[in-house]
Each structure stands twice: as structure tokens, then as C-alpha cells.
Nanobody, 123 residues
């Protein structure tokens, strides 16, 4: 089972940009679907943000379409999340996740998780 290590995050003002990276820490013969989720302060549930399936299909939450871009050079390599035009409601802990297959950005569909990285957007 691959391990995930996240980089990036931090604090930014509203309208600014941040970039997150998620790197698989191990080599694997399996091809994984990889995605970003976030957990807002005070909330227990995690929200799907963006992801790329094993066949290259890109998925976005409606709340980030047009502002965030998820990218990956090829499967099982570093997954990036470029976040532009940040809003205070983007604040939260961002988690990278992976699974052998995925069809939607549903928390229950992903079994491999990174440790999370904090993003704070001030108004």
C-alpha cells in the first residue's frame, strides 16, 4: 500500500494562490486514483476537492471549478493542486488520498490518506 506525503499549504490572503503537492513515498506496481480532500475547521466530514482517476479523468467539486487545477504528469507520480483566487471558505486541512479505483470524490471510496496540510485564507 502506497504512502502519501503532502507538501505546501500555509497562509494566504483572499484572492491569493497556493500550491499543494502530494508525493507517493513508495514505488508500487498498482496504478492509483489520487485526489485532494479538505476538512473545514470545526467540521468532522471531509469534502472532495479535486482528483484524477486512473484513466486520466479529472474531477472537481463545484465550489472550486475555475479556481483550482489538479494535475499529475503520469499515474503514481506527484499530484499537484494549484489553488488560485483563494477564498476564506477554502480554509481547512487538505488531505491527499489514493485508491485503486475511483469514480467520484467520496471520502468512503478512498482508503489511503496522507497526514494533511493546513491552508488558511484570511479576508
Amino acid at each position: 500500500q502506497v504512502r502519501l506525503v503532502e507538501f505546501g499549504g500555509g497562509s494566504e490572503q483572499s484572492g491569493g494562490s497556493l500550491r499543494l503537492s502530494c508525493a507517493p513515498a513508495d514505488e508500487s506496481y498498482n496504478t492509483y486514483c489520487m485526489a485532494w480532500f479538505r476538512q473545514a475547521p470545526g467540521k468532522e466530514e471531509r469534502e472532495g476537492v479535486a482528483g484524477i482517476s486512473t484513466d486520466g479523468r479529472v474531477m472537481y467539486a463545484d465550489s472550486v471549478k475555475g479556481r483550482f487545477t489538479v494535475s499529475q504528469v503520469k499515474a503514481n507520480t506527484t499530484l499537484y493542486l494549484q489553488m488560485n483566487t483563494l477564498k476564506p471558505e477554502d480554509t481547512g486541512t487538505y488531505f491527499c488520498a489514493a485508491e485503486l479505483t475511483c469514480y467520484e470524490l467520496r471520502t468512503l471510496d478512498f482508503g489511503i490518506w496522507g497526514q494533511g496540510t493546513q491552508v488558511t485564507v484570511s479576508s
